[in-house]
């Protein structure tokens, strides 16, 4: 089954919409397939959308392969990209900024709306959240400068939609945002990430060592660097006590987050992680048990993994990383949403 990093789903009422990754990375998106599974529900949208006579044979099989609409393409790339772009400075990939997206896809959520009524009835957020989101302590205006005449007509489109709805309140935070950034001054956002050298450890004491990647599919989005083999950790013993220290390096914002060590696939110890300086970092003392493994177990046998442990996460591979990050980096100027322009446009971005 082909991982979700590799297929921008938009979940319909009753069914989902799947695209290509490398069609809408390219902005060449020509197909989508639409997969059924409550007929009832999907039926009044989906005539909407494809007719009727289409509309028939879809429910009647199931799915169908119909051309894309550009509507549904824009949305599910936007949230894509909220859930899997690689932001890695290494691999020049830049950041993005989660105000400008959510802004973006509020406005792609409601031409979705306008285009078949009731597609997402049943949708994770609708375009009053999503601004709402935008709004939020002011990270629209702060993040707004570099592309500041689209995020006007943006918030112009929305408060009209706004007023259509009668959500008078959100119509007029929408209309107020233009004159709001006019008193703004340019600005790039501060990320944590912070270039540097690695501190020198000794290897004194050092009972088990290596290197690790981060899978994506195990942590917030928007947190880590997406490069590979950011993570590095130690199990070291001093006086009476053996210690798992954990580095990751690349950090973009905060969150909670923890590095789970493991044995054959069996976890035997968890350190917590904690912000410092462009990293996370932690450390956390072994009991009897899990000392005596890290003693008498070869390195490769052990695995450092950073967020969710479980066999219900469906985790990401080197190769699907490696791919993305290849189709990322090949993007179109063209293509680019408004997040990517903004990055683009700032000159000062520090990596």
Known sequence: MTHPVHTPVLAADGGLVRFALADLLAGRATSMRIELSDAGAAEPWLTRLVG??????ALSQGQADVPARPELGRLALLLWLRRWWPASPSLGVPSLDPALLDLETAVATADVEELAEGLLDSFEASPAELFDAAIADD???????????????LCARLA???????????????????????????????????????????SEGVLANGRSSVDWARVPPGVLDAAED???????????????????????????????AVHDGEPF?????????????????LDEAATRLAAGVHNGRIALVVGVVGEGVAGTTPEDRAEVVALVRARPAEARTLAERAAAASDDEEF
Request: glycine letters at 6%; zero cysteines.
């Open 230 to 260: 950011t993570v590095t950790w130690r199990i070291v013993t001093a006086a009476a006590v053996t210690r798992l220290e954990v580095e990751v390096a690349g950090a973009f914002a905060d969150a909670a987050i923890t590095a789970v």
């Open 52 to 57: 009727a006579e289409t509309s028939l044979a």
């Open 139 to 153: 990270a629209l205006l702060a993040a707004a400068p570099p592309v500041a005449d689209e995020v006007r007509g």
């Open 269 to 285: 110890a968890e350190v917590p992680l904690a912000l410092g300086a462009g990293r996370f970092t932690g450390t956390a003392d």
């Open 160 to 202: 009209a939609w706004f007023d259509d709805q009668d959500d008078v309140v959100r119509a007029e935070a929408a209309a107020e945002v233009p004159a709001r950034l006019e008193n703004v001054a340019p600005s790039q956002r501060a990320y944590a990430l912070a270039a540097g050298t690695d501190p020198a450890v000794s």
